[in-house]
């Protein structure tokens, strides 16, 4: 790539570090392991900004209580570990279905590689197979058509923070990479989502201080 042909700017700068993909961090909380079956209950979307000298910073997050669908699954392992209760009144009053959710998610996203220039969004995660299956079911289910997200490709933050900093758990690297992370709030789509764009900014950002991509 001939860099000397980049224009200084935020959304120039974005459109090529990643061949034209916005990373945007998700994260589902779910009634199970099994992408098919199994109920969505949260999701979260973080879009990753640049600044005018390419350092990468989290945006705010975005994120949804969602309805079951009808006829999923729910594991009463699931919901012991992440701690939701699906029927709750409280949580009944604020979830929405899963179409509403996913315009909820996709619209700022959209929005944001119009801006940034790019192409398409890339999903970032940690186990980042595990939230773009949910969040590729969920499409399917809903029959969407303005996905904006690369069907199969990923940034894995738990492979990037096992090269950065010998740590796959994401309250473990976090700690290594000096970021505050409460378990207690942990398993929340936005907190995880929130903690995982800061990881994944820090790794890319050193990664830069070190030598690697420069503008």
Known sequence: MDKGNIVSTPDALMANRFRGYLPVVIDVETAGFNHQTDALLEVAAVVIGM??????YPMEAIDCHVSPFEGANLENSALEFTGIDPW???RKA??????EA???IFRPVRKSIKAYGCKRAILVGHNASFDLNFLNAAVARCDHKRNPFHPFSSFDTATLAGLAYGQTVLAKACEAASIEFDGRSAHSARYDAEKTAHLFCGIVNQWRTLGGWNL
């Open 51 to 56: 600044d005018e000298q390419g350092w990468l």
């Open 88 to 90: 709750s009144e409280e």
């Open 94 to 99: 604020i979830a929405v279905s899963e179409l």
């Open 102 to 104: 996913l315009d909820t």
